[in-house]
């Protein structure tokens, strides 16, 4: 049974930084680009970052950029998502995914495998 397990998330002020974990079990994890999404109250599941399978590229939505970083260590069957600068705007579920596509994707259904989220709250 393939499980993905987020957490780090919580409570910050803006301007401040959360590191995100997603712990991965019941799938060979270095076979899976790895995802981040976001959804936040009454909005859409958005994307936010995704990572191949090697760790070697990776892909952000615009409204990230320069701010978060993700990473993976395939070894821990661990992906990572570092959030700086955070703005009110990411108040958000975030959600780790896992995709058999050999490529980077922001779409929701190229991912397989969902985690139940971890609650990120940035306050003013």
């Known amino acids: 049974q393939?499980?993905?397990?987020?957490?780090?998330?919580g409570l910050v002020q803006a301007g401040g930084s959360l590191?995100?974990?997603?712990?991965g079990s019941g799938l060979t994890?270095?076979?899976?680009?790895?995802?981040?999404f976001r959804q936040a109250p009454g909005k859409e599941r958005e994307f936010v970052a995704s990572i191949i399978r090697s760790g070697d590229n990776t892909y952000f939505t615009d409204s990230?950029?320069?701010r978060f970083s993700i990473a993976r260590d395939n070894a821990k069957n661990t992906v990572y998502l570092q959030m700086n600068r955070l703005?009110?705007?990411?108040?958000?579920v975030?959600?780790?995914?896992?995709?058999?596509?050999w490529?980077?994707?922001?779409?929701?259904d190229h991912y397989n495998?969902?985690?139940?989220?971890t609650q990120v709250t940035v306050s003013s």
């Not at 994890?29 to 981040?36: K, R």
């Not at 490529?103 to 929701?108: M, N, R």
């Open 19 to 23: 590191r995100l974990s997603c712990a």
């Open 113 to 117: 495998y969902w985690g139940q989220g």
């Open 103 to 108: 490529a980077l994707s922001g779409a929701s």
């Open 87 to 92: 703005k009110l705007e990411d108040t958000a």
């Open 29 to 36: 994890f270095s076979g899976y680009t790895m995802g981040w």
């Open 94 to 101: 975030y959600y780790c995914a896992a995709s058999t596509l």
């Open 64 to 66: 990230v950029k320069g």
């Open 2 to 9: 393939v499980q993905l397990v987020e957490s780090g998330g």
